[in-house]
C-alpha cells in the first residue's frame, strides 16, 4: 500500500508569532516524537527528555506571564499546540496539559513572592508538576478528600494519600489539595510540594490499558512538612483553585482528544486510500467514504467547540459551562473516530501492527480523566437548570 502523508491541519491562527510556534511544535513532533511513539508506549517509557526539550523550547509554561519565564500565549494558541503534540504522541499532550493544570494554582493565586521563587522554574527551568485532587475514596467526589494538612510551630505536616496522579513519582512538584478544616469544600487548602520532599513516595505505576508510557500512581504523604510559605491562596480556599484549575485543564483534555482523533483519521484515510480490495482502493466505497467524511466532521466540530470556550476564557468572560462542553463532545468522539479508524483497517486495526488500536485504548481515558463525561453532564445541566433540588 502506498503511503499517503497527512496534510497538517489547516488552523485559524491569530498572529504570525502563532503560526511560527505551531511550525516549531510540529518539527519537534515529527523529530523528536512521532517516531518514537509506538515503540516507547509498547515498552512503558516515559520520555522525560523530551519534557527536558519542550521545557527549552519555551513549550512548558505557554499561556503564562513571560515575567516569570511563560509564553504570553493565549489559550487559543496554547491549546491548539497541545492538540499538535497528542497528535503525535498522547503521553506527551496530555502531560504538558497535566504539567500546566499543576502551575495554575500558583500563577492565579500565589503571592508575588511566591511566583518569583518558584515560577521560572516550574515554567521554563526543566520542572516537571503533577496534581494531586483524587484519593482512593474520593474521585468525582472530590470534596470529600481525606488527606490532611495540619498546621505546626515549623508549618504544615501533610498526611495522606492521592490517586490517579499523572507523572506520580516522576514529578518535581506536586500542587496537593489537603483538609485543614471541617468537612466539604470550604475546608480544604492548596499546597506547592516538593517531589523530593521527606515522607513523599510513590507507589508502582498503575497497569493501564493505554498510555503505558505516562506514569500513573498513588502519591503517600507520610507527614511531609512544609512552611506555611508554600501554601498557595487562603486557607480554605483550595477547592475553589481545584475548580478554577480543572475548567482550564478540561480545555487541555478536549484538546488532546482531537489530536488522538486527528491522528486516527489521518491512519484511516492513508489506509483506505492504500488499500485495495475487489481492483480498486476501498476509499472508493460510499459505505466507507461516509465514514471517513463523518469522522471528518466530527474532528471539526470537535476543534470549534474547544477554541471557542478557549476565546472566551482569552476574553475574561465565563468558560465553564463551555469547557465541560467541549470536554464532553471531544472525548467522545475522540472514542468513536479511533473505534471508527480500527473498522476501517479491518483485521489490521486490531493488531498493534498499526497504530489505529493504541488510539482507540488511548482515547478511552479522556472520557474519564479530570472529571468523567457523566460529570461533564451534571456541571452543563447545573449551568442550564440550576443545582439539584435534592
Known amino acids: 500500500m502506498p503511503d499517503r502523508a497527512p496534510q497538517p491541519v489547516d488552523r485559524q491562527l ?22 518514537k511513539s509506538a515503540e516507547e508506549e ?74 518569583v521563587e518558584h515560577l521560572p522554574a516550574m515554567l521554563g527551568g526543566g520542572l516537571l508538576g503533577a496534581y494531586c485532587l483524587s484519593e482512593p475514596s474520593s474521585g468525582s467526589d472530590a470534596a470529600s478528600l481525606r488527606t490532611k494538612a495540619v498546621r505546626g510551630d515549623e508549618g504544615w505536616t501533610i498526611t495522606g494519600t492521592k490517586a490517579w496522579i499523572t507523572h506520580g513519582g516522576v514529578a518535581d512538584f506536586y500542587t496537593v489539595m489537603a483538609r485543614t478544616g471541617g468537612e466539604g469544600a470550604r475546608g480544604i487548602t492548596a499546597f506547592l510540594v516538593p517531589g523530593d520532599a521527606e515522607g513523599l513516595h510513590a507507589a508502582l505505576p498503575e497497569k493501564k490499558m493505554g498510555m503505558k508510557g505516562s506514569p500513573t500512581a498513588q502519591v503517600h504523604f507520610d507527614g511531609v512538612q512544609v512552611p506555611d510559605d508554600r501554601r498557595l491562596g487562603d486557607e480554605g480556599q483550595g477547592f475553589a483553585i481545584a475548580l478554577s484549575a480543572l475548567d482550564s485543564g478540561r480545555l487541555g483534555i478536549a484538546a488532546c482528544a482531537i489530536g488522538v482523533a486527528q491522528a486516527a483519521l489521518d491512519e484511516a484515510v492513508a489506509y483506505a486510500t492504500g488499500r485495495e480490495q475487489f481492483g480498486r482502493p476501498i476509499s472508493d466505497f460510499q459505505g466507507l467514504r461516509f465514514m471517513l467524511a463523518d469522522m471528518a466532521t466530527q474532528i471539526e466540530a470537535g476543534r470549534a467547540l474547544y477554541l471557542a470556550a478557549a476565546r472566551l476564557r482569552d476574553a475574561g468572560r465565563p468558560f465553564s459551562k463551555q469547557a465541560a462542553m467541549a470536554k464532553l463532545l471531544c472525548t467522545d468522539t475522540a472514542m468513536k473516530v479511533t473505534t471508527d479508524a480500527v473498522q476501517v483497517l479491518g483485521g489490521y486495526g486490531y493488531t498493534a501492527d498499526f497504530p489505529a488500536e493504541r488510539y482507540m485504548r488511548e ?3 479522556l472520557q474519564i480523566v479530570e472529571g468523567t463525561n457523566q460529570i461533564q453532564r451534571m456541571v452543563i445541566a447545573r449551568h442550564l437548570a440550576g443545582p439539584d433540588s435534592r
Open 42 to 115: 509498547d515498552a512503558g517509557r516515559f520520555p522525560r527528555e523530551v519534557f527536558a526539550l519542550l521545557s527549552q523550547s519555551g513549550l512548558l509554561g505557554l499561556p503564562y506571564d513571560s515575567e516569570y519565564g511563560g509564553g504570553d500565549q493565549p489559550y487559543e494558541v496554547y491549546l491548539q499546540v497541545l492538540e499538535e503534540l497528542a497528535a503525535a504522541r498522547l503521553t506527551v499532550g496530555l502531560g504538558v496539559s497535566v504539567h500546566t493544570l499543576a502551575c495554575h494554582a500558583l500563577a492565579n493565586y500565589g503571592t508575588k513572592e511566591q511566583q
Open 14 to 35: 491569530p498572529t504570525d508569532e502563532a503560526r511560527d510556534l505551531i511550525s516549531l511544535v510540529r518539527d519537534i513532533a515529527q523529530r523528536e516524537i512521532a517516531p
Open 363 to 365: 482515547a478511552k481515558v
